[in-house]
C-alpha cells in the first residue's frame, strides 16, 4: 500500500489540496464577502481556497517536485497500525479520564497505553513507566504548577 | 541621555543585586527555565500562579519575579526541540528544522551551546537597545498603522513560504493552509464565527500551543514509532569539552546572531508581532541570504542560531512598549501589567521618572537573570543529552503525557487537548503525502495578522487600496516584496537555463 | 393559637436548620470560574475577593480561569454546576451585553443563574488623539456631526464593553463616527497614541498615564460622577451628552438553584469585604468603586442593564451574529 502511495503520491497530495480548497470555497460563499472599502468575511478564505485548489492541480499535474529521498525514507516504509492507534488511544484516554478520573488515571492511561504501541515494549514495563511518569506528574503539575486537574476525581467531591 | 542613562544603570544593578530582589529573580528564572523545558507548558500559566504571591511582595521584587518566568522560558525551549523534535513552545518550532538534523549527526551538544550563546546575545542586544533607544523606537513603531503591518506580514508571508525543505509549491500550499487554518474562529472586524462547525470551543481559533505540538508532536511520534533507533553515535561517552562549539561552528554562527538578534527587536516593536513570528522570519532571512540555502533543514547551525538569537531579542524588546508606553505587547505582558497595576503602579511615559527603581532595576535584572540562566543551562546540556540514549519507545510515551498536559494547561481545556490530537493526525497525513509542517505554523501565526490589518486599512481608507503605496514604510516593505519575487522567478529561469546548457554540454562531449 | 405557635416553631426549627448548614458553609473548597483570561480585571479582582473571603470564612475560595468564546465557554460551565454553593461565576457586564449579541449561546443569564453579590465597577474615559482640532467634548461632537463617517474611534473587539460604549456615545449624541475594531486595548490604545484612529474610549486606570504625559487627550469619563483618578476631566454626561453611563463592573453569580441562605451568607461577606478601608483606598487609586447591593438589588441592577443594551444594539443596530 505504502508503494502505491509513493508513487502516487503527488497526485493524492494534489486531490487532498483540490478538496480542501473547494469545499472551504464552498463554505466562505456563506459569508459575506464584502466590498473593497469594508471587506468581508467570506473574501479572504475564499481566496485561500482557490489557492489551494490551484496549488493542488499544480502539484498533481507538475510530477517534477524536488525528490527528498532522506524525507521518504524516514515518512514511509511499513504502515504501523498498531503505533498509530495506540499513541491516539493514549491521547484519547487522557481526554476521557483528565476530569472524570483525575490528572493520575489519565496520566497512567496516556502513557501505559501509548506506550504498548511499541512492539518491543513489555507489559510490565509499560506499567512501570507508566507509575512513575504519573506520580513524577502529578507532583509536578499538580502541586508545584498548580494546574487545575485533581490528581483523583474523587479528592474533589 | 547616555551619560544618565549609565548612571541610572549602575543604580540599577545596586536595586537588582539587593538580596531579597535577587533572590526573587533566581525564583522567576528557575521556574521559566523549568516551564520553557515542558512542552505546551503555558508562562500565562505560570505566571498566574505566582501572581497572588506578589501581592504582598515589594513591587521591584514582584516585577522582577514575574518577568523572569518570562525571559526564562526562553532558555529551556530550545532545548526539546534540538534534542528531541519537538518545540516546547512555538518559537523554537523553526529551531526544529535544524536543531534535530544536528543532534542525529552527533552535535546536539554543539548546537545547544551555540543556542546558548545566541540566546544570551540576542537578549543582552535587546536589553541595551530597551536602555538606550526606547523612545526613539516607540515613536518608529507607533508610525505602523494597520496598512505598514499589512505589507510587512506580505513581505513574511512570500519569504517564508519557501521556508522549509521540499517543493517551492508545496511550501506555498502549506503556508496557504496554515492561513486557512488561522481564519478559524471569531473574525475581529465583524465578530462572525468562521469555521467554527457550531463548536464554541474555536470560537477564539485553534490554539497555536496544540497546532504546534500536534503537527511537530504528535504527528512525530507517528512517524517514529517503531522506526527511531536511540541515538548512541557520538553520545556514549560525553564531556563538557566535546560540547564546546569550535570554532568553524562560532565562525558560522557569528552572523546569523547578529542578524536573528536585529530582527528580533524590530519584530518585538511592531504590535502584534511576537518571538513566534521573529524566530520564523529570521530562518527564512538566513536561508535566503545563505550561499549555500540547501544546507538549511540538513542540521545548519545558521538555522539554529538566528532563529534563538532572534526569539531572545524579541522576548527581551517586548518589555519596551509596555513599560515606556503601558502598552502590553501581547498577553504575557498584560498580565505583567496588570501585577504592577496591582502594587499600586500604573506603567505609562512617567514610569522612568516616577519610577526609576522599578524600571532600572528591571533593566539591569534582566541581565543578572540572563547570566544566571547561562550559568543554570550551560552545564546541564551534558545531562539533557544523556536523556537522548533511554530508548525512543520510553521517551515518546513520555513526551505524548507533556504534550496532552502543556496543550490542558494553557487555557484549562480538554477540547483543545483533542484539536491537537486530530492536529496530529492531519499533520501525519500531510507529511505522508510530501508536504512539510512548518510553513503551516508561519501561514497560521502571520495570515491572520495580514487579513486583519488589510481589513483595517480598508476601513480607515474607506476602499482606497492606494494607501498601501502612498504611506511610505508600506511602499518600502511591498517593494522589497517585489524584488524578492522577481528574484526568486530569476533564480529559477537561470537555473533552467543552466540545466539545459549542462546537459548541451554532455551532449557535445559524448 | 397553639397550632399557631406550633407551626411558627416548626418553621423556627426548620429555618435554623438551613441556617446552621449555611453557617457551616464552605466545607470545602469553592471554585470561582473567571470566564476571562488570567490577568485581566475580572481575574485580579476575583482573586482578591477570593483571598479576602478564604480568611474570613476560614475556607478555600479558588479561582479557575475558564476564558473561551467571549465569555460564554466559562460562564456555561457555571450554568451546568451544582447549585450546592461550591461553584460562583465572576461576571461583568460582558454578559449583559451578550445577552443580547449572542442570542445562541447554551444558557440565559437570569434565568440560569442568581445573582450574589456585585463587587466594583470602573469608569471608562474617552480621548482623542492631539492632532484632533477638539479641545473639549463639546467640540468633538460638533466636529462629530460636522463629518458623519469621516472620524474613526478604536476599540478592543467587537461586543466588547468598550465598543458598546462608543455606540451608546454616537447613539446619544448623534453622531457617526467609524467603529475600528482591534484585537485587544493593548494594539487600539497603540492605534490611538499613534494617530491612526481619532478616538478611543478605554479603562480610566489604563490611559490615566498616557493623558498626564499628554500622548492623548482626555474629553470625558463614563460614570455618574467623576473619575478619582483623573479628577480635572468632567463626565461624559456633565460635558454635553447627558444621561450617558458606561462603566465596567464586575459581580458574582452562582447557579439557580443555589440555597438562599448561602447567597445571604456570601453576599453579607462580600459586603465586608467590600467595605474594608484598605480595599477602598487600593481601588480607588485602581479607579475602582466597590458596589454595595443585595442579591436583590443586583439581580435588579442586572436587568436593567440587560434592557439598556439590547436597546442600545436594536438602534444602532450594530453588526454581530
Redesign the interface.
Known amino acids: 500500500m505504502f508503494e502505491s502511495i509513493q508513487r502516487y503520491r503527488d497526485y493524492y497530495a494534489g486531490a487532498l489540496l483540490i478538496l480542501i480548497g473547494l469545499s472551504t470555497v464552498y463554505q466562505s460563499s456563506r459569508y459575506d464577502v464584502g466590498t473593497l472599502a469594508e471587506v468581508g468575511p467570506g473574501f479572504f478564505p475564499m481566496v485561500m481556497g482557490v489557492i489551494l485548489a490551484g496549488c493542488g492541480i499544480a502539484i498533481a499535474f507538475n510530477q517534477s517536485t524536488v525528490a527528498d529521498d532522506e524525507h521518504d525514507a524516514e515518512t514511509l516504509g511499513r504502515p504501523e497500525w498498531r503505533g498509530w492507534f495506540c499513541i491516539l488511544g493514549g491521547v484519547l484516554a487522557f481526554i476521557l479520564l483528565a476530569h472524570s478520573g483525575g490528572l493520575f488515571p489519565a496520566t497512567f492511561a496516556c502513557v501505559f497505553i501509548s506506550a504498548m504501541g511499541d512492539r518491543t515494549m513489555k507489559v510490565r514495563n509499560a506499567a512501570v513507566l507508566a507509575l512513575s511518569i504519573s506520580v513524577f506528574g502529578v507532583l509536578l503539575f499538580h502541586y508545584a504548577l498548580k494546574v487545575q486537574l485533581q490528581p483523583f476525581a474523587w479528592m474533589a467531591r | 541621555m547616555t551619560g544618565t542613562a549609565i548612571a541610572d544603570l549602575i543604580h540599577g544593578f545596586s536595586v537588582a543585586l539587593q538580596p531579597h530582589n535577587f533572590l526573587a529573580c533566581l525564583i522567576g528564572v528557575l521556574m521559566g527555565n523549568i516551564?520553557g523545558v515542558l512542552p505546551g507548558?503555558g508562562v500565562?500559566?505560570?505566571?498566574?500562579?505566582l501572581?497572588?504571591l506578589t501581592?504582598a511582595m515589594p513591587p521591584v521584587a514582584a516585577i522582577l519575579m514575574l518577568a523572569g518566568i518570562y525571559y526564562g522560558a526562553q532558555y529551556g525551549g530550545a532545548i526539546c526541540s534540538i534534542l528531541l523534535n519537538l518545540p516546547c513552545h512555538p518559537p523554537h518550532a523553526v529551531t526544529c528544522l535544524d536543531g534535530y538534523p544536528l543532534t542525529k549527526q552527533g552535535k546536539g551538544g554543539t548546537a545547544l551551546g551555540i543556542t546558548m550563546l545566541g540566546s544570551f546575545v540576542g537578549a543582552s542586544f535587546g536589553i541595551t537597545q530597551m536602555i538606550f533607544f526606547a523612545p526613539i523606537l516607540v515613536s518608529v513603531?507607533?508610525?505602523?498603522?494597520?496598512a505598514e503591518v499589512c505589507s510587512l506580514m506580505l513581505l513574511g508571508l512570500l519569504a517564508g513560504s519557501t521556508l522549509a525543505?521540499?517543493?517551492a509549491?508545496?511550501g506555498?500550499?502549506m503556508t496557504?493552509?496554515g492561513?486557512?487554518l488561522g481564519?478559524f474562529g471569531?473574525?475581529?472586524?465583524?465578530?462572525?464565527?468562521?469555521?467554527t462547525f457550531g463548536f464554541?470551543?474555536l470560537?477564539?481559533g485553534i490554539e497555536i500551543v496544540g497546532l504546534a505540538l500536534g503537527l511537530f508532536g504528535?504527528a512525530e511520534?507517528?512517524?517514529?514509532?517503531?522506526?527511531v533507533e536511540p541515538l548512541k553515535v557520538g553520545y556514549a561517552k560525553v564531556r563538557l569539552r566535546d560540547m564546546r562549539p569550535s570554532r568553524a561552528d562560532l565562525k558560522m554562527s557569528a552572523f546569523p546572531i547578529m542578524r536573528g538578534t536585529l530582527i528580533g527587536s524590530l519584530c518585538s516593536l511592531i504590535?502584534?508581532t511576537g518571538p513566534t513570528i521573529a524566530s520564523f522570519v529570521a530562518y527564512a532571512t538566513e536561508k535566503k541570504v545563505s550561499k549555500t540555502p540547501e544546507r538549511f533543514g540538513?542540521g545548519a547551525i545558521e538555522g539554529v542560531a538566528a532563529p534563538e538569537s532572534s526569539t531572545h531579542s524579541s522576548v527581551q524588546g517586548d518589555f519596551i512598549?509596555t513599560m515606556s508606553?503601558?502598552?502590553?505587547?501581547?498577553?504575557v505582558?498584560?498580565?505583567?501589567?496588570?501585577?504592577l497595576?496591582?502594587q499600586?503602579i500604573?506603567?505609562?511615559?512617567?514610569?522612568i521618572s516616577q519610577h526609576p527603581d522599578i524600571f532600572w532595576g528591571l533593566i539591569a535584572s534582566f541581565w543578572v537573570g540572563n547570566i544566571l540562566l547561562v550559568f543554570l543551562n550551560v552545564p546541564m546540556i551534558g545531562l539533557w543529552v544523556k536523556l537522548l540514549t533511554i530508548p525512543?519507545?520510553?521517551l515518546?510515551?513520555?513526551a505524548?503525557?507533556f504534550v496532552?498536559?502543556g496543550v490542558?494547561?494553557t487555557?484549562?481545556?480538554?477540547f483543545q487537548?483533542?484539536e491537537?490530537?486530530v492536529i496530529?493526525?492531519a499533520g501525519?497525513?500531510l507529511?505522508?503525502?510530501?508536504?512539510?509542517p512548518a510553513p503551516i505554523l508561519l501561514g497560521f501565526v502571520l495570515g491572520p495578522r495580514f487579513?486583519?490589518n488589510?481589513?483595517?486599512a480598508?476601513?480607515?481608507s474607506?476602499?482606497d487600496?492606494k494607501v498601501f503605496i502612498e504611506r511610505p514604510i508600506s511602499a518600502a516593505f511591498l517593494t522589497v516584496c517585489v524584488i524578492l519575487l522577481v528574484g526568486q522567478l530569476y533564480v529559477r529561469w537561470r537555473s533552467k537555463g543552466r540545466v539545459v546548457t549542462v546537459d548541451a554540454i554532455a551532449v557535445e562531449e559524448s | 393559637m397553639r397550632m399557631l405557635s406550633s407551626f411558627l416553631c416548626l418553621c423556627f426549627l426548620t429555618m435554623s436548620g438551613v441556617s446552621a448548614r449555611a453557617q457551616d458553609y464552605p466545607t470545602r473548597p469553592v471554585k470561582i470560574i473567571v470566564p476571562f483570561g488570567a490577568g485581566g480585571p475580572a481575574d485580579l479582582y476575583a482573586r482578591i475577593v477570593a483571598q479576602h473571603l478564604s480568611d474570613a470564612l476560614k475556607g478555600s475560595f479558588v479561582v479557575d480561569d475558564r476564558p473561551g468564546a467571549g465569555a460564554v465557554i466559562g460562564t456555561s460551565e457555571v450554568a451546568k454546576a451544582a447549585p450546592d454553593g461550591y461553584t460562583l461565576l465572576m461576571m461583568s457586564n460582558t454578559h449583559t451585553v451578550n445577552e443580547t449579541i449572542l442570542p445562541n449561546k447554551p444558557y440565559k443569564l437570569m434565568r440560569d443563574l442568581v445573582p450574589v453579590a456585585p463587587v466594583n465597577y470602573s469608569d471608562l474615559v474617552m480621548v482623542v488623539h492631539p492632532s484632533v482640532e477638539a479641545k473639549n467634548l463639546a467640540e468633538f461632537t460638533a466636529l462629530a456631526k460636522a463629518r458623519p463617517g469621516g472620524l474613526n474611534y478604536a476599540s478592543s473587539g467587537t461586543g466588547t464593553p468598550y465598543h458598546m460604549a462608543g455606540e451608546l456615545f454616537k447613539a446619544l449624541s448623534g453622531t457617526d463616527i467609524v467603529h475600528i475594531p482591534y484585537r485587544g486595548s493593548g494594539e487600539a490604545r497603540n492605534a490611538v497614541i499613534g494617530g491612526h484612529v481619532q478616538m478611543m474610549i478605554d479603562a480610566v486606570t489604563t490611559m490615566a498615564p498616557n493623558v498626564e504625559a499628554g500622548q492623548v487627550r482626555a474629553l470625558g469619563v463614563s460614570g455618574q460622577s467623576r473619575s478619582s483618578v483623573l479628577p480635572n476631566v468632567p463626565t461624559i454626561a456633565e460635558a454635553g451628552v447627558p444621561g450617558y453611563e458606561a462603566t465596567i463592573w464586575l459581580g458574582f453569580m452562582a447557579p439557580k438553584g443555589m440555597p438562599e441562605a448561602i447567597v445571604q451568607k456570601l453576599n453579607a461577606e462580600i459586603q465586608k469585604v467590600l467595605k474594608r478601608d484598605d480595599i477602598k483606598q487600593d481601588w480607588a487609586k485602581q479607579g475602582a468603586t466597590p458596589l454595595l447591593m443585595s442579591p436583590a438589588e443586583f439581580g435588579d441592577y442586572i436587568n436593567k442593564d440587560i434592557e439598556k443594551w439590547a436597546k442600545l444594539i436594536a438602534m444602532s443596530g450594530a453588526k454581530l451574529r
Open positions: 516551564v507548558m500565562m500559566a505560570a505566571i498566574s500562579i501572581l497572588p501581592f513603531a507607533l508610525k505602523f498603522g494597520p525543505r521540499g517543493s509549491l508545496k506555498i500550499a496557504t493552509f492561513l486557512l481564519i471569531t473574525d475581529v472586524t465583524t465578530g462572525l464565527e468562521r469555521f464554541p470551543e470560537a477564539d504528535i511520534f507517528m512517524k517514529s514509532v517503531n522506526k504590535p502584534g540538513r512598549p508606553l503601558g502598552i502590553p505587547g501581547d498577553s505582558m498584560a498580565l505583567l501589567l496588570a501585577a497595576t496591582i499600586g500604573t506603567p505609562g511615559p512617567q514610569l525512543y519507545k520510553y515518546y510515551p513520555s505524548l503525557f496532552c498536559i490542558y494547561s487555557n484549562n481545556s480538554l487537548v483533542g491537537t490530537l496530529g493526525v501525519y497525513i507529511l505522508m503525502l510530501g508536504f512539510h487579513e486583519e488589510f481589513r483595517r480598508m476601513l480607515l474607506r476602499g487600496l
